[in-house]
């Protein structure tokens, strides 16, 4: 089972790819940057699915192999208190610095 810290990490790069999904479809439609042959992302992707599994499977707390609502905001919620080192019902750089976690620019998430 993967750290907490690297859980943390997954969390926030799944956010960021889902985030960015849309944005990549109207980049490619608009002849932007050339986007690579599935063939030369497989292991990425492979191991981004493997971070989401584990992810849900921690997610998961009744174990019926999904995530529901409840769970979800429960496992941020406990997520966001952990990350939020001064208490002040905020997270920003400082905390983050704090907990170990670095931030990283959206532009460079999947890379």
């Not at 089972?1 to 990490?9: A, D, Q, S």
């Not at 960021?16 to 439609?29: C, E, N, Q, R």
């Not at 584990?54 to 192999?65: A, N």
């Amino acid at each position: 089972m993967p750290g907490k810290r690297n859980i943390v990490m997954s969390v926030v790069v799944i956010v960021a790819l889902l985030a960015s999904g849309p944005m990549v479809g109207t980049l490619a439609a608009q002849g932007g940057d050339r986007m690579p042959p599935p063939s030369e992302k497989v292991s990425e992707v492979r191991a981004r699915e493997a971070a989401a599994k584990q992810l849900l499977l921690l997610m998961d707390k009744d174990k019926d192999g999904r995530v529901s609502k409840q769970e979800w905001m429960k496992f941020m919620e406990a997520e966001f208190d952990r990350l939020d080192t001064n208490k002040d019902g905020y997270v920003d750089v400082k905390d983050l610095e704090r907990s170990q976690l670095r931030p990283v620019p959206f532009s460079a998430v999947g890379k």
